[in-house]
């Protein structure tokens, strides 16, 4: 097996093992000494991942973006960076907080972490060093973004030392509450062609949970943000399409005036609050989703093309989501089986499948089995794959008069390999399912992966009007939070 090539941009004292350190200053001893605001002593696509902290910020704009185009040549197709760099919101967002309560955490933090004095002990003073000394330019989120995708990147914000890729985990030096740090990770696409990605036409499925009411506010009731985002959508003239038109695109059958100005909206575990108003303790009667659809179709019927205007990915293991009803939703019995049929019938909300089990890691509710795999990962067998897909769509296809699902959602949004990779595929035919979807923060374009097709996730991808306004408007932007 061909060893993985790690480089790691701008090392400085902290030389990491397995990687090729790379650093100005040779006192350090890296294994490369190079000036990284010039070409970089790498061949084109000879590099698997790159690992760069507080290096970007060295550089002005023009060569920043010198420096980003640097990493995208040399990654290979498919290839990952980890890009940490100084998030100017933060700082001054922390000085703005010592301001108003006259206080100085921000110099505190300063004195704590860095070596430099400050003269008089503010937090000005950490702005104006930040800002005029030791940086010579410092992103807010996003800057940074655009200048990902100009360099070709699909970018998403990432968590402090948490990745997807678990050569990237545990590399981070700067913690949140030690530095005003922002932490990105940046893909090369598999299509290295694709520089331009940012220009071309691309789509955002909006992903919702019925069951996600924790305060009669936007961002904390999932609920309250769907009626907004689409009063929202509708002040921006934009359009709701069917999945199924989306999936089409990207297969090639429809062409991008089917997708222009648009957004697809999905539901996740198929509760009862997806279509009934219902009064959820403590927090009073929630509308429910399928309300505020017809609602915002009963205002603006020209935004809705023919078609269902959500999709809802329901969990066909009745054992499942009784385990949900029972631990998360009361036991009211929100999560039955019994209204699908009529919602696939009357075609506002289109019915599909989110595999046959989901909570992989509750405890039995002594109902039947055990489930077998803790996360969606390890479903990494043809026998696993089955039970997933094919049990599910047997059994959500008899409850809806034999229309089996087209499409699958992964739960958590998480999947392996050998399912993404091998089982759908190669099943086409046997499982009869088009395109599968994750939870990647990202807009679907032409080059999206069919059976890893990303959706944002709200709670998670924008709690804030101004975060959503963010991801309708820039395209191929990361995780909002």
Known sequence: MTELVKVHLGSGPNILPGWINVDYEPDFN????????QAFPFEDQSVDYIHSEGVLCQFNLSTGQHFLNECYRILKPGGVMRLLTPDL????AAYLDDYDRDENKLAELWTREVEIPLQLGTSAEVVNIGVRNLHKFMYD?????????????VSKQAAYQESSVSALSGLDVRAPEDATYMYFECKKPLKADNKDLASKPSCPILTYHSPNVYANEYGKNDHLTLENDLKHLQALGKRIIPLATLVDWVLGDVDDSEIENAVCITFDDGCLLDVEELEFPPHGLQVSFLQILNSFRDRNPEACTTGALATSFVIASKNDRRQIDTKSLFGLGWMEDDWWAGEQAEGVIDIQSHGWDHLHNMEEINLEAVVPFERFETVDDFDQCELQVVKANAYIGDLLGGNKPQFFAYPFGSSSAYIRDVYFPENLERTGIRAAFSTSPEHVTRHSNRWDLPRYVCGRDWTSIEQFETILNDALV???Q
């Open 30 to 37: 890296p294994e490369v000494v190079a000036d990284l605001s």
């Open 89 to 92: 919101q933060r700082l001054l």
């Open 141 to 153: 989120r996003k800057t940074l973004l655009k200048l990902l995708i100009s360099s070709g990147f």
């Open 478 to 480: 990361g995780s909002c």
